[in-house]
């Protein structure tokens, strides 16, 4: 068997999507509590993009070489001490990078089980946003049956999903954001999906929602954006309510900001990673979302799963170039997808 395998690498460390290339690197070996996973797909996401273009992560549980937090595969061997899974499994996995590539080794206390129902490609679409969100609107935003929420970039992989489980948990309302009418559209086809959904370039979310409400505005805000939404987030949310921070896309820095509304609303800002967080955190939020969520994803006595993942496009390994400019491009709604042959 060849100690070699494809995976996708970066010419001279960081660069362009054009700077994506695949090429020969060692074939990873588990070691204790870990596991081998022959990768059939594998999520694209900005965090990748963010590597892709500023190098190496100074994490040291981080592969420097290779992109990609999220699969799914077949389990091809197992470390010492390994026993949850054994060969032939097909699982899914949040990643500590490398799994775009042919082959991956992750510890099996973070792997999950692959519904049986769904391809690798919706289960290699699933960890870092489910994850992300589950961790935003739930660990951390703390939602209650009948609260209200904002979703900022609703179309996004992590933006999908959240909107999900809002409303699966009994959100009362679920606004989102997005930049056209086409992914208007998809967001309120979705079955778990957001009540409204507020195209950001043609009206002013802010204002949508104080009329639906009645001027009562929202529990929760999760952002992605950053320094262009924070006045108009602060102003929506309710006494007690929380702002979830889980990018900066326009940037981070606030010129001037009105600090009252924050003191007197008892308002509650928390920021979230995922990437830095320890692996006890990744493995018990993985367990938990085991437990709570995975199951909804399936077929249950013939009808239609509550909950689902949505892919935009696949690629091949050769073609991550592609889809890292898609990705930049904001083309997508939903998710794009290596798979790996």
């Known amino acids: 068997m060849s100690s070699k395998m494809r995976a996708v ?15 020969e690197y060692d074939k990873p070996v588990p070691k204790q509590g870990e596991v081998l996973v022959k990768v059939r797909a594998s999520g694209v996401n900005r965090l990748d993009v963010g590597q892709r273009t500023r190098g190496a992560v100074p994490l040291p549980h981080i592969n420097k070489d290779i992109l990609g937090v999220e699969f799914s595969g077949i389990v091809e061997g197992v470390g010492e001490g390994v026993t949850n899974y054994k060969v032939g499994d097909e699982v899914l996995s949040l990643a500590p990078g490398a799994s775009y590539a042919e082959y991956i080794t992750v510890r099996s206390s ?56 809002a409303r699966f948990l009994g959100a009362k309302y679920v606004f989102t954001t997005a930049g056209d009418d086409e992914k208007v559209k998809f967001l309120l086809s ?64 606030l010129s001037e900001f009105n600090c009252a509304p924050i003191l007197y609303k008892r308002i509650r800002i928390e920021g979230s990673t995922l990437r830095t967080r320890s692996p006890q955190y990744q493995d018990d939020l993985a367990r938990r979302f085991v437990k709570e969520i995975l199951p909804y994803f399936s077929t249950q006595n013939g009808e239609e799963p509550r909950l689902k993942t949505y892919t935009y496009k696949t690629y091949p390994l050769e073609k991550a170039g592609e889809a890292h400019k898609d990705m930049e491009a904001n083309k997508n709604f939903g998710k794009l997808v290596l798979v790996v042959d």
């Open 110 to 165: 973070l792997v999950m089980p692959k519904p049986p129902t769904l391809s690798f490609v919706e289960a290699g679409s699933i960890p870092e946003v489910w994850f992300t969100a589950f961790q935003a609107v739930v660990l951390i935003g703390g939602i209650q049956k009948g609260q209200s929420v904002l979703i900022h970039g609703g179309a996004s992989g992590v933006g999908v999903a959240a909107n999900q489980l």
């Open 190 to 253: 979705i079955k778990e999906g957001p009540t409204h959904a507020i195209n950001y370039k043609t009206q002013d979310f802010a204002e949508v929602i104080d009329q639906v409400t009645n001027g009562e505005g929202v529990d929760i805000v999760v952002d992605l954006v950053g320094k262009n939404y924070f006045d108009r987030n602060i102003k929506l949310l309710k006494v007690d309510g929380r702002l979830v921070l889980i990018a900066m896309m326009s940037g981070a820095v």
């Open 9 to 23: 690498l970066i010419k001279g460390g960081a660069g362009t999507a054009d700077d994506l290339y695949v090429g």
